[in-house]
T-cell receptor
């Protein structure tokens, strides 16, 4: 079974600075997908960024980018120019290729952006 | 706007009293999921529907059941809630078609926070 580990339960960053959230995973599969989801306080979870394992190029979405290291099974999220609205729980998630799109989540990292 | 709606947002029930949580979607997605999320923990998948096909997770207690009468609606029934069932329950949807290469993202509802007294 796949597992996802987020080793940082909580992090904080000053507004406008850069922060990196860590995620490692364990799988024997070669093809899969990785995601970062954001869950703001009392609001619904939304997708931040996704990465296909067969792509070597790291995904980017505006201020959000990932560092995907397939051999090391590492998938970190970098948030540049942090904004107050980035304050949220961030979940790293794994999905096998094919099947029914079942997500396996890490335990999450609580990020606080300070003014 | 197309969205995933969960009602109610907050539900209080008594120990052992059956309760139903509802989820509706206007996205016309064929897959619907129910997750349980306890405080400071990751969402845990309970079950999902792929169209009308029900898929139960192996460790989901028998106390939890689900119904999907049509594409738009899905219900979570807790037959005899215990104190340990107090949690946030998240509904999510996604679109999965045969031959799809890339997974479509899961769209989450705002959740229903269940309190058991």
């Amino acid at each position: 079974a796949q597992t996802v580990t987020q080793s940082q339960p909580e992090m904080s960053v000053q507004e406008a600075e850069t922060v990196t959230l860590s995620c490692t995973y364990d799988t024997s599969e070669n093809n899969y997908y990785l995601f970062w989801y954001k869950q703001p306080p009392s609001r619904q979870m939304i997708l931040v960024i996704r990465q296909e394992a067969y792509k070597q190029q790291n995904a980017t979405e505006n201020r959000f980018s990932v560092n995907f290291q397939k051999a090391a099974k590492s998938f970190s999220l970098k948030i540049s120019d942090s904004q107050l609205g980035d304050t949220a729980m961030y979940f790293c998630a794994f999905m096998s290729q094919g099947g029914s799109e079942k997500l396996v989540f890490g335990k999450g990292t609580k990020l606080t952006v300070n003014p | 706007d197309a969205m995933v709606i969960q009602n109610p947002r907050y539900q209080v029930t008594q120990f052992g009293k059956p309760v139903t949580l509802s989820c509706s979607q206007t996205l016309n997605h064929n897959v619907m999921y129910w997750y349980q999320q306890k405080s400071s923990q990751a969402p845990k998948l309970l079950f999902h529907y792929y169209d009308k096909d029900f898929n139960n997770e192996a460790d989901t207690p028998d106390n939890f059941q689900s119904r999907r009468p049509n594409t738009s609606f899905c219900f979570l029934d807790i037959r005899s809630p215990g104190l340990g069932d107090a949690a946030m329950y998240l509904c999510a949807t996604s679109s999965l078609r045969p031959g799809t290469i890339l997974p479509y993202e899961q769209y989450f509802g705002p959740g229903t926070r269940l309190t058991v007294t």
